[in-house]
C-alpha cells in the first residue's frame, strides 16, 4: 500500500475548497490506459470526503464496469467495508442510456438510473456508483450520453462529485461529458516521459466544451501509482 495522503493534498490546494452548496464536479482522465486515472480519482474522493459537509460521491463512468467497487472491497481493511446498496440516482436520471429499452409489466420504460447503485463506503461521507450489469439482458449496450441531468441532480446531494473517466484513447466518454464538469484534471504516467499525448488531450476536452484544471504527472510502479507533481495554471 502506497500513502499518497501528501500528494492528494497538494491536489486539494490546487484545485481548491468546495463552495458551500455548491456541488463541484471534477473529472480525472488519461489519455492512454494505465496511467492511473482510478487510483488518482479513488484516493482524491477518500481524502476530499474527510473535507466536505456533504458527501462526495466516487462516480465510474466507464460503464459497465466495476472496477472502483472491486477496489474498495479489496481494500476495505483501508476504506471501510461498503454499505447496503442503494439508489445511484437521485432522480431516475443517468449518465448514459441502455438500449433496447426495459419495460416493467405495465409497459413502462426502465429508467437508465434503474440500473446505477450507490454503496456508502464504511461511515465516510463517501459514496461509490456501481453499475448493476445484473439487470442487463442479453443484446442490450450501454451508451455514455451527452446530458447534464444526472451530473445537475448529483450536485444537489454531494458537496464534491469526482468522476473516473476511462482513457480518451479507449473510450468518448470523459470528451462527451467534460463540458458538464467544471474541471477536468489530466492524469499523465511520467515515466512514458510523452506529455503530447496530454496535450492533445487538452486540446480536445477545450474543443469538446470542458475546461483543464491541469496535469498529474503520476510515476507508475508495479504495486501502485504515486503523483510526482501537479501542474495547474
Not at 454503496?119 to 442490450?140: D, I, K, S, Y
Not at 477545450?206 to 503523483?227: S, Y
Request: proline share 6%; charged share 20%; with cysteine.
Amino acid at each position: 500500500m502506497v500513502d499518497l495522503a501528501s500528494e492528494m493534498a497538494q491536489l486539494w490546494t490546487s484545485l481548491g475548497p468546495p463552495i458551500p452548496g455548491y456541488g463541484r464536479v471534477i473529472a480525472f482522465v488519461s489519455a492512454e490506459p494505465g496511467e492511473g486515472v482510478s487510483t488518482i480519482a479513488r484516493e482524491f474522493a477518500a481524502f476530499a470526503a474527510e473535507r466536505v459537509k456533504r458527501n462526495v460521491w466516487l462516480v465510474e463512468l466507464g460503464v459497465p464496469a466495476c472496477t472502483q467497487v472491486r477496489a474498495l472491497v479489496e481494500e476495505r481493511t483501508r476504506y471501510g467495508p461498503l454499505g447496503r446498496e442503494a439508489a445511484g440516482s437521485p432522480d431516475g436520471s443517468a449518465f448514459f442510456t441502455v438500449r433496447p429499452v426495459m419495460r416493467g409489466a405495465d409497459g413502462r420504460a426502465w429508467p437508465a438510473g434503474r440500473y446505477l447503485a450507490g454503496h456508502r463506503v464504511a461511515n465516510r461521507r463517501l459514496w461509490v456508483t456501481r453499475f448493476r450489469r445484473e439487470l442487463m439482458r442479453p443484446g442490450q449496450t450501454v451508451q455514455v450520453v451527452p446530458s447534464n441531468a444526472y451530473w445537475s441532480a448529483l450536485r444537489k446531494h454531494a458537496d464534491l462529485v469526482v468522476i473516473d473517466a476511462p482513457a480518451a484513447s479507449a473510450s468518448q466518454a470523459g470528451l462527451i461529458v467534460a463540458p458538464f464538469a467544471d474541471v477536468t484534471v489530466l492524469v499523465v504516467a511520467a515515466d512514458k516521459g510523452d506529455v503530447e499525448r496530454a496535450a492533445a488531450l487538452k486540446d480536445s476536452i477545450i474543443a469538446a466544451g470542458g475546461r483543464c484544471a491541469g496535469v498529474v504527472f503520476n510515476r507508475t510502479r508495479a504495486e501502485a501509482p504515486k503523483v510526482r507533481k501537479v501542474i495547474l495554471p
